[in-house]
């Protein structure tokens, strides 16, 4: 199979990622934090030195703190319900986020009175700093939440600007960096956000149930998960500390995963695979802009890794069912990101999105390109036979 659903998952991580984890956890696979023996401590070593080396890696402030959680999804319900909202009246989003932070926005809304506001973007999906700008000083933000990537369109959020101007007015900046963290050469300490999430099993290569929140360590919240977390088990509150507030057992294979992962992908260097990927993204925009019935949407310059297209007389559910036949895995619909869609005016149907990793190859575009050719006669035989 050719596979262009990377947004969805990178399926191909590399090898040593395979290797060295299940022979680390078959060997020292205690549980993190609940004995005193030796296998349980060398797992506890083990977590916390992927968690400096993620820090490392991500080039963060020494201010910074990471919490591991199983998902991007449950990371991103950590933190916005453990915001005190009797303090928040506008909430800024970008046009392009993912329902792990609409949904989680709307429940709140059910219980605090507060505005989302979305932040101004153009018909093409690049984020306009000006109208931002003249959008913060008529409604100040008290909370800004972003997608680093889209996963719709891959437009790439100036974070940086976006928090400099958020925090004019201390709003609490969280950047979602599902789609980025490990794909965009950008060093965390320059970005004066609060919290970010990543997800190990996207960009970062590792197994699914690794994610979490790279915090200020001053950072206070809300604790929303209670459970056992290891330490002070006769106190009846959590602990005040985030990464001590996840309570449950930590997932050791997923976490190690992920640390061989950044391993492998330090040594790639994180500017080489931004290079990489740009040009493979302006590779299948070539290939798409080639077919007259294929339209990209937010078509800009600012964006990498994902692409996202309609096709004149068919669904994307259509395309996706045929490309599938040809071998070619993509995914149609709305990418659980709706306002994406009333952004690009592709609802009900979404679009068709193809997302590409650093291991693809030239001759899965070239493959893609052949399916195309195939769908395009398809097309226009219909339409003889319709006129
Ligand atoms: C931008 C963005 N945020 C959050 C998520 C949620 O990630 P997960 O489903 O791994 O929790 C996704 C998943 O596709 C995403 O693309």
New binding site residues.
């Given amino acids: 199979m050719i596979y262009f659903d990377n947004?969805?998952?990178t399926i191909k991580k590399p090898r040593v990622v395979w290797s060295q984890t299940i022979k680390f956890c078959k060997k020292y696979g205690a549980n993190a934090g609940r004995g005193q023996h030796e296998l349980s401590q060398i797992a506890s070593m083990s977590i916390q030195q992927t968690k400096d080396k993620l820090k490392k890696f991500l080039r963060c402030a020494h201010f910074h703190s990471v919490a591991f959680t199983p998902?991007?999804?449950?990371?991103?319900n950590v933190v916005l319900k453990g915001l005190d909202f009797s303090k928040i009246q506008n909430v800024y989003i970008s046009p392009?986020?993912?329902?792990?932070?609409l949904r989680t926005l709307y429940a709140l809304q059910e219980q605090h009175l507060f505005t989302i506001h979305q932040l101004s973007a153009t018909e093409d999906g690049v984020f306009d700093l000006d109208k931002i700008a003249e959008q913060f000083a008529k409604d100040k933000p008290n909370l800004m939440v972003v997608?680093?990537?889209?996963?719709v369109c891959g437009t790439i959020a100036p974070i940086e600007q976006l928090c400099q101007l958020a925090k004019r007015s201390f709003a609490v900046c969280v950047i979602?960096m599902?789609?980025s963290c490990g794909l965009i050469d950008l060093p965390l300490r320059k970005v004066n956000a609060d919290f970010f999430?990543f997800?190990g099993?996207?960009t970062l290569h590792a197994f699914?149930g690794v994610?979490g929140i790279i915090y200020r360590q001053s950072a206070r919240l809300k604790c929303f998960i209670h459970g056992g977390t290891g330490v002070d088990s006769q106190s009846r509150r959590m602990p005040e500390e985030l990464s001590s507030q996840i309570a449950g057992s930590s997932n050791i294979l997923a976490i190690k995963s992920l640390d061989v992962a950044l391993t492998y992908l330090a040594k790639k260097g994180i500017a080489n695979i931004e290079a990489k990927e740009r040009q493979l993204t302006k590779a299948l925009k070539k290939i798409l802009s080639r077919f007259d019935f294929i339209k990209i949407i937010g078509d800009n310059a600012q964006s990498i890794s994902v692409v996202s297209a309609t096709f004149e007389g068919m669904s994307p559910e259509g395309v996706a069912a045929f490309l599938n036949r040809h071998k070619i895995c993509v995914r149609a619909g709305l990418?659980?990101?709706p306002l994406a869609h009333r952004h690009f005016n592709t609802l009900p149907l979404g679009t068709l999105r193809l997302s590409i990793d650093f291991f693809t190859k030239r001759s899965d575009l070239r493959r893609l390109n052949g399916a195309l050719k195939k769908l395009q006669k398809t097309v226009t035989n219909k339409k003889k036979k319709a006129s």
């Fill in positions: 947004a969805a998952t998902s991007a999804t449950i990371a991103i392009f986020e993912h329902n792990s932070v997608s680093h990537v889209s996963n979602d599902s789609q999430i997800a099993h996207k699914y994610a990418h659980c990101s």
